[in-house]
Nanobody, 122 residues
Framework: VQLQASGGGLVQPGGSLRLSCAASGITLESYSIGWFRQAPGKGREGILCINWRDGITHYQDSMTNRATASRDNAKNTVYLQMSRLEPEDTAVYYC????????????????WGQGTQVTVSS
């Protein structure tokens, strides 16, 4: 069972980025998928979660209007689309899966990807 987050990179302030979370060994449409991030020196914080009914719950006020999630079940992949990125969004971004309803606490997710670095800088 593995999740792999990808799509990170260097983006200018105001830019957009789409991160992917691809799975092997599990069928993501049966899971709630959370997106988290961890900036240097800070704890891991939740951004949002998409449940198996495609309902989205936002956990980060600063990103409520700048981030959304979607699924491509044929590709067994979940996406995090972010826009109007700011330098404060610089972090390692992770996806995680839980077989329950969406939760904000990272400890409630039992399958994690390895993270992808997002750097917002001019």
């Amino acid at each position: 069972v593995q999740l792999q987050a990808s799509g990170g990179g260097l983006v200018q302030p105001g830019g957009s980025l789409r991160l992917s979370c691809a799975a092997s060994g599990i069928t993501l449409e049966s899971y709630s998928i959370g997106w988290f991030r961890q900036a240097p020196g800070k704890g891991r914080e939740g951004i949002l979660c998409i449940n198996w009914r495609d309902g989205i719950t936002h956990y980060q006020d600063s990103m409520t209007n700048r981030a959304t999630a979607s699924r491509d079940n044929a590709k067994n992949t979940v996406y995090l689309q972010m826009s109007r990125l700011e330098p404060e969004d610089t972090a390692v971004y992770y996806c995680a899966a839980t077989d329950t309803w969406c939760r904000q606490n990272p400890d409630d997710y039992n399958i994690w990807g390895q993270g992808t670095q997002v750097t917002v800088s001019s």
